[in-house]
């Protein structure tokens, strides 16, 4: 993001303006649009309002800019060459659509994170630069030639790839399948996405966790879904709960993250396991199972996948390397009967005519690799270790003051705070003493939970992190 010099000989309201002239003059703010109001401006740009206040003036002086009072600050549509009726209301267009914006907290969050690059941040869901595996990827690129044909790949993926996670999916996971039922995608998020738009229609129920990531997945809302929650206790959902929502509102599907929830990071025990392969398969519900924290397990003894005792066909598996290796990569993948992966693999087609082929080799070459293993010791004993030390830290920093229950995988803690807060001024108060989390609210709950991400922030900054979190409550406790 652009920000004045300071040691310019310009003045700092001069840049200011000059650089809004120019955003002006390429289009970016159209005649008629609307401008940030002086004091998100001056927020991100890190000067006083004063400062933003004569850049404005100096605008107005020009006619580039105009202000009316209740109404804010406006690109002028008298300045310019273009016909104010003929100017394309774009403010209309980008609140229009069928696809919902982020909700407001996670917008909320990346601007934050944006704006302050050194926020301490429990917020993002990934892992840290140095727990990827990045040296054993660079070696992998130099040990192999890559393929010199750059065109479109096979609609379903890389076809190596395929190959390789036939057989990671049976050695890591005791899934078995073949690659004709394996459909490549860039990622959860994505193989999430085609399944609410191809598979469903707009006003069918579906069943998800309560608390739930997809409450914080505008795609479900986009879709026209109705969403009916299975609260998650310490051993997960309760199966009776899903025949329970079928004679009430005929749901058509159930969305699960068995394993190392997100966010509270349970586990569905065994019996509930049995419990639901009996309650779907009489009801003939398809169950979409998103796995992407098992191999964290930091015993080294991952939970098998409700995937893995599926002998009718009734789960879509979902899986990427996000969570386990690198979110850059944006490798992700389904496991589906075939008719599905054939008519998901339409759609995707449709959408970005194939993923990236370079990628898609690095990925299936690593997981193949003498590499894959000790970075999945490493990562776990990294994970643990963080955990541990965010644990400690808020023992130290708000004893008797908060509960979790500590998950024995996964990147997350989930935290409920004693004392009901107002989540948004608590966001706020902590983004002001420089730490970010996500709010309980965002996955369904009360705004008495929160959840920390240990993955992403730095060792030594994680206990500086939860004592910056902890004045923010205090000071809202009074």
């Known amino acids: 993001m652009w920000k004045p010099d300071r040691n310019s000989k310009k003045a700092l309201y001069e840049q200011i303006a000059d650089h809004l002239e120019q955003r002006i003059s390429y289009g970016e703010f159209p005649p008629g649009s609307l401008l940030p109001s002086e004091r998100k401006l001056a927020e991100q740009l890190g000067v006083n309002r004063s400062t933003v206040v004569l850049a404005f003036a100096e605008l107005r002086s020009l006619g580039i800019i105009e202000s009316r009072t209740g109404s804010g600050t406006r690109v002028s549509t008298s300045k310019w060459e273009a016909t104010p009726k003929h100017t394309p209301n774009w403010s209309r267009f980008a ?15 990346r601007e934050a994170l944006i704006q302050q690059p050194d926020l301490i941040d429990f917020a993002s869901g990934e892992l840290a630069a140095d727990l990827a595996p ?26 190596l790839l395929r190959q390789e996670l036939v057989d990671y999916l049976q050695r890591y996971r005791g899934i078995r399948t073949t690659e004709s039922s394996i459909l490549i995608t860039s990622g959860s998020q994505q193989s999430l996405y085609l399944i609410t738009q191809c598979l469903l229609s707009p006003g069918d129920a579906v069943a998800v966790e309560d608390p739930s990531y997809c409450y914080s ?23 009776d709960d899903v025949r329970s929502l079928y004679k009430k509102h005929r749901i058509k599907m159930v969305f699960l993250n068995p394993n190392f929830h ?13 419990q639901l392969r009996d309650v779907t398969s009489e009801l003939g519900l398809p169950i979409v199972e998103d796995d992407p924290f098992s191999l964290t397990a930091y015993d080294g003894l ?23 290796a690198a979110s850059g990569l944006r490798i992700g993948w389904m496991v589906a009967p075939n008719s599905i992966v054939s008519r998901l693999a339409d759609a995707r087609q449709q959408m970005d005519f194939g993923l990236s082929i370079i990628p898609q080799q690095v990925a299936g070459q690593f ?14 004993m990294e994970l643990r270790f963080k955990r541990d030390l965010l644990i400690e830290a808020l023992e130290k920093e708000l004893p008797g003051q908060i509960h979790y229950k500590v998950p024995d995988g996964g990147l997350h803690l989930w ?30 709950s ?14 030594e900054d994680i206990g500086r992190g939860i004592s910056l979190f902890s004045e923010a409550y205090r000071e809202l406790n009074g």
Request: some cysteine; hydrophobic content about 35%; overall charge positive.
């Open 415 to 444: 935290c409920k705070l004693f004392k009901k807060m107002n989540d948004s001024k608590l966001l706020e108060e902590s983004i002001k003493r420089g730490v970010v989390f996500v709010p309980g609210s965002v996955y369904g």
């Open 367 to 380: 997981i193949g690799s003498h590499y894959f293993e000790p970075h999945l010791d490493r990562l776990r």
């Open 302 to 324: 991952p939970p098998k996948p409700l995937k893995a005792l599926d002998d009718i066909g009734s789960i879509l598996y979902i899986g990427s390397f996000s969570k386990i």
């Open 134 to 159: 990045t040296i054993e990827l660079a070696q992998l690129m130099k040990e192999h030639k890559y393929t010199s044909y750059l065109g479109y790949d096979n609609p379903q993926g890389s076809t």
């Open 446 to 459: 009360d705004s008495d939970f929160v959840r920390f991400t240990f993955a992403r922030p730095k060792t």
């Open 217 to 239: 997945l505008p795609m479900f809302q986009s879709a026209g879904l109705r969403l009916f929650r299975l609260p998650v206790d310490e051993h997960g959902i309760q199966p």
């Open 262 to 274: 997100n966010p509270t990071g349970t586990v569905l025990c065994e019996e509930r396991r049995q």
């Open 95 to 109: 609140e229009g659509g069928s696809f919902l914006p982020n909700p407001p907290f996670m917008r909320r969050i």
